[in-house]
């Protein structure tokens, strides 16, 4: 079984799971969807939706840890250099 970005989040089923691949079409789209794109899903609780979201998001700035994306330094270690 290929494991998902969604498997492991409490109140996230398969059936939510198979619901919400159906509605967005693709994992990277349920990766994109704001808080208010999940939360405006009937079938899906609000708890859930943010729970969703935040571990979505958690694992967005995990990847993105230290990288701004332009090959910048981060600022602190950008000030060890100067001081």
Do not use: C, K, Y
């Not at 059936?15 to 990766?31: C, D, K, P, Y």
């Not at 009937?42 to 943010?50: D, F, H, N, S, V």
């Amino acid at each position: 079984m290929v494991e998902s970005i969604l498997d492991g989040i409490a109140g996230l089923g398969p059936s939510r799971r198979a619901r919400l691949l159906e509605h967005f079409g693709t994992i990277e789209a349920v990766r994109g969807a704001n808080l208010e794109e999940l939360t405006s899903l009937e079938w899906l609780p609000t708890t859930i939706a943010m729970r969703l979201h935040d571990q979505l998001h958690a694992e967005a700035r995990e990847d993105d840890e230290g990288d701004d994306g332009l090959g910048l330094e981060p600022l602190a270690e950008a000030d060890s250099l100067h001081g």
